[in-house]
């Protein structure tokens, strides 16, 4: 990937039971405790006759967001890709081998 081009993140996490992957232009470590902020989200174009409906259904729920605060121990993994792929939600699947990353409780 040359310098010219916008970096993209392929962004996988964990929410309410469902596997989210998106990608955005913009990702760090958020200055609120255990949370990755996510900016600047990228959806593919309404080129195709076929529309994805779970990208659909993603890109409604993120309409009109700016930046999104995702809990470090949601993630599952973060690529850096050349080109934009198909943002889904999937089912989490039920008895298999992800866990939560454990996380220290913080102390006053």
Excluded: C
């Excluded at 174009?45 to 729920?61: A, F, G, H, Y």
């Amino acid at each position: 990937m040359s310098k010219e081009q916008t970096q993209i993140f392929k962004v996988i996490f964990i929410n309410q039971g469902q596997v989210y992957e998106i990608y955005a232009k913009a990702i760090y470590q958020s200055d609120l405790w255990g949370f990755l902020e996510i900016e600047e989200f990228v959806f593919g174009e309404r080129t195709q006759m076929v529309v994805d409906p779970s990208e659909e259904k993603l890109k409604n729920q993120f309409e009109g967001v700016i930046r999104s605060y995702v809990p470090m121990h949601s993630i599952v993994r973060i690529d850096e890709v050349e080109r934009l792929g198909v943002a889904r939600i999937s089912e989490a699947p039920s008895g298999g081998n992800i866990m939560s990353f454990p996380m220290p409780v913080p102390s006053k």
